[in-house]
């Protein structure tokens, strides 16, 4: 079987034009703030790609990037202006933030509602609880992949290798709202090939370059790469050998041109999502 490619790029654009289409008739503009601290390299052009897609949606954007060495307490008053804004509906903090700053009291300061990349202890809490909140962008994207496949979550077995708060965790709990049997696997595990062996549903989130083999696939299974590496060329890939795995899978996200794009996207449908909420809950 040669597997289905799912196009990020073009599931990102049917997002985007689908929220232009919904500000303009209601002739309303979210807005979004991106904080960028320092000169990480990948970081200047995550956020660069975050304030193109928020301009192409029609959204105000507002980015913030500041010097290396900026003092804690002028990040957290600045997220504190954002928080009381009303023209500023999303606020994201890129990480990571230099050595100095605390992460997590940083990121924690941003108004739950506001939230846009689900990372506050609120958001977190809500999506293990299952109430309405803003879900991390990449993990609510992958959803949104698996969907787009029409095959039904309910009863498939889930395996997510992986287990960060941004995207393993978030994704394990997501698949079993989505009712599947959910398995998370991680540098521990045991005879890992046994175990997504058995996977319908395989994400990977390890940030190890091509190391899902085709051997470690069930035939037919959906997979979902989410890493992003450089091979030894310097080329762009993933956590999956895509070449090898793509006769196995049924469908298969690329790397570039897969999660990446979609993980932007649902920013922007946060966004929109975070302005409805504010506008509702008043
Ligand atoms: N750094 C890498 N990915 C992300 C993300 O999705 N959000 C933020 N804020 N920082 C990141």
């Given at each position: 079987m040669s597997a289905k490619i799912l196009d990020g790029k073009a599931m990102a654009a049917a997002i985007k034009t689908a929220l232009r289409e919904k500000i303009d008739s209601q002739g309303i503009k979210p807005g979004l703030a991106v904080i960028l601290v320092g000169e990480n390299q990948a970081s200047k052009v995550y956020v660069g790609g975050k304030e193109k897609d928020a301009l192409e949606v029609g959204f105000l954007s507002e980015m913030f990037r500041l010097p290396?060495?900026?003092p804690q307490d002028d990040i957290l008053k600045l997220v504190k202006e954002l928080n009381a804004r009303?023209?500023?509906n999303g606020i994201l903090v890129q990480l990571?933030?230099?050595?100095?700053?605390?992460e997590e009291l940083i990121t924690n300061s941003i108004e739950p509602m506001k939230d846009v990349d689900g990372f506050t202890y609120n958001s977190a809490g809500r999506l293990f609880t299952g109430s309405k909140g803003l879900v991390a962008c990449t993990p609510k994207g992958c959803i949104e992949m698996i969907k787009a496949t029409g095959?039904?979550?309910?009863?498939k077995n889930a395996v997510v290798i992986g287990r960060s708060n941004i995207v393993g965790k978030p994704m394990a709990i997501l698949l079993l709202a989505e009712h599947a049997t959910v398995t998370i696997c991680h540098?521990?595990?045991?005879?890992l090939p046994s175990i997504t062996r058995q996977a319908d549903i395989l994400v990977a989130a390890i940030g190890k370059t091509k190391f899902v083999k085709a051997d470690m696939v069930k035939e037919g299974a959906i997979v979902v790469d989410v890493g992003m590496n450089r091979d030894e060329n310097g080329k762009l890939c993933g956590d999956v050998d895509f070449e090898a795995v793509k006769e196995k899978a049924s469908y298969i996200t690329p790397?570039?041109?897969?999660v990446g794009l979609m993980t932007r996207a649902m920013l922007m449908s946060n966004t929109y999502e975070a302005f409805l909420m504010q506008r509702d809950n008043k």
């Open positions: 290396e060495n900026t009303k023209d500023i990571p933030l230099p050595k100095h700053l605390n095959i039904d979550i309910k009863g540098s521990r595990t045991k005879d790397v570039p041109g897969g």
